[in-house]
């Protein structure tokens, strides 16, 4: 936790360091889809399964460089009973989860941008940083929602609160006076397990909980081979995922901006 509380403090220092020279800010909003790679979809970086939108401000040093404080809002899910996979079919777990996330992002342009003081008005850019996701898993069964965290299907408590390392690339261009068009498309490093409430072995029975209305919840929710097989495929020892260290996510969209530019500035 040392190093994850360091690197906060460096990037927090340097952005209230610069911004109080910055004379160009930048307002955006954009809207999307959201993705995600995990035990139930574990090959297909670019597969869409939600919404998102999201919103920013942002600090432009030069025209090269920036620094943005932003929220992202996306709605992650994935289904066996959808996969051309058999043994996923047979598997039959589901599970849909909204994500908050938070973020400090650094921008690298590769043109002298408008904002910032630049003379090109359309620009290709990188940008990376950290950021911290909320995150819930829920699952349906017979019509009715669960909290698939509160019944610790593998056995497992985890917090619902992670690190995310940001990362994608855009295009970006000021198509009248202050106002800007952009896409992104950016992918996030989880530091969880557990987006999609699955990452290991089945739940050893020893584990079920001693609460009779939460143990039976848990005995389904932990295995839901049986709605499909006529029995369960689980048990002790038995693989459920795919022992990933961590989940991903996506966020991929269309915004506008909005720059506040001073007299100064040019």
């Not at 990188?126 to 610790?152: C, D, H, M, R």
Request: hydrophobic content about 35%; proline content about 3%; charged content about 20%.
């Amino acid at each position: 936790m040392f190093y994850k509380r360091t690197l906060l403090a460096i990037v927090l220092s340097s952005f209230f360091a610069g911004t109080s020279s910055a004379q160009v800010w930048e307002l955006g909003a954009q809207v999307g889809g959201a993705g995600y790679m995990g035990d139930l979809n574990p090959t297909n970086p670019l597969k869409i399964s939600g919404l998102s939108f999201g919103g920013f401000v942002k600090a432009n040093f030069d025209p090269n460089w920036a620094l943005s404080f932003n929220y992202n809002n996306g709605t992650i899910k994935a289904d066996d009973a959808n996969s051309s996979n058999e043994q996923f079919r047979q598997r039959n777990l589901s599970f849909s989860n909204k994500l908050h996330e938070l973020s400090l992002l650094v921008d690298f342009n590769f043109f002298d941008y408008f904002s910032g003081g630049g003379s090109s008005r359309f620009s290709p850019y990188l940008y990376t940083g950290i950021g911290a996701v909320f995150f819930n898993p829920k699952t349906k069964y017979q019509g009715k929602e669960y909290e698939l965290s509160y019944y610790q299907t593998e056995g497992e408590s985890y917090k619902k609160t992670a690190l995310s390392i940001p990362y994608g690339f855009g295009l970006k261009y000021n198509f009248k006076s202050n106002w800007t068009l952009m896409s992104s498309i950016g992918y996030r490093n989880a530091y969880t397990k557990y987006l999609d409430d699955v990452h290991g072995s089945y739940i050893d029975p020893a584990k079920f909980s001693t609460e009779p209305s939460v143990r039976s919840m848990q005995e389904i929710l932990s295995d839901r081979s049986n709605e499909v097989l006529g029995y369960n495929i689980g048990g002790k020892g038995v693989q459920r995922g795919d022992f990933r260290k961590r989940d991903t996510y996506m966020f991929v969209g269309i915004g506008i901006t909005y720059t506040f530019v001073s007299q100064k500035c040019f």
